[in-house]
């Protein structure tokens, strides 16, 4: 309903050297398919979890794993449990390719290493992220995200530190993130969303679905 007769063609925005805004990526029907898929692929036993942290704290986003099991700070092939992670869909692994096509206005290059990891996650009103690096993994491909739901504050900052310089950018629904390069160890973070600002044809009635995909490089 209200969709515009013709999607206007998201133009990236460069936020710093490798770190590429695409708004509006997603319509609202891939933004539907893609919460569909997020509810198949994280029913147990992949699960919702809101992780510990190593200093007794515990996240306030909750977050299923696919194809390698994250929880801070590191990487195992099979769940606390012992038993299997659930698999990492190749329609993401797709996905992640055409973002990075989006982003930079060229594919992955043929040799870097695949994408074989992706983190669904989802923040209530009171969710937030601090500020961190993605470390953990070996290979040096983008990070991709895609947001949907509720438009939140991305933090997204510099190499060295966790403080400034940052650029605050407004994440909505359907849009698209991309950071590699020399900003693929920068800090980045949600220090908040903004409740109630979904369209509800995104196919989340609250909240905010972020699904963030990776290359670990450990084959
Ligand atoms: O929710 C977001 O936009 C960021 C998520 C993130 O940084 C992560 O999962 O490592
Ligand atoms: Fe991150």
Known sequence: MNEPLFDPVP????????????????????????????????????????HRTPTGGRMSVAMASLGWFWEPYSYSRTL????????????????????????????????????????VNFYDAEARMGMHQDREERA????????????????FGNTETRGRPYTDVELRSGDLFVFG?????????????????????????????NVTIRATGFG
């Open 80 to 119: 606390p449990d012992g038993t299997p992670v659930p698999p990492f869909p190749p329609e993401l692994g797709e996905l992640a390719r055409a973002g990075v096509a989006a982003a930079y206005g060229h594919a992955p290059e043929p040799e870097s290493p695949g994408y074989d990891v992706a983190l």
């Open 11 to 50: 133009e990236p925005v460069v936020v710093s050297p490798g770190a590429v805004h695409v708004p509006g990526w997603l319509g609202l029907p891939r933004q539907r398919e893609l919460v569909g898929r997020c509810r198949e692929w994280v029913r147990s036993p992949a699960g919702m979890r809101k």
């Open 140 to 155: 040096d491909a983008p990070v991709v995200s895609l947001s949907v739901g509720d438009t939140c504050v991305f933090r």
């Open 181 to 209: 390069g020399p900003s693929r160890m920068a800090y980045h973070g949600v220090p908040r969303t903004r409740p109630g600002s979904a369209d509800p044809d995104c196919g989340l009635a609250s909240g905010r679905l």
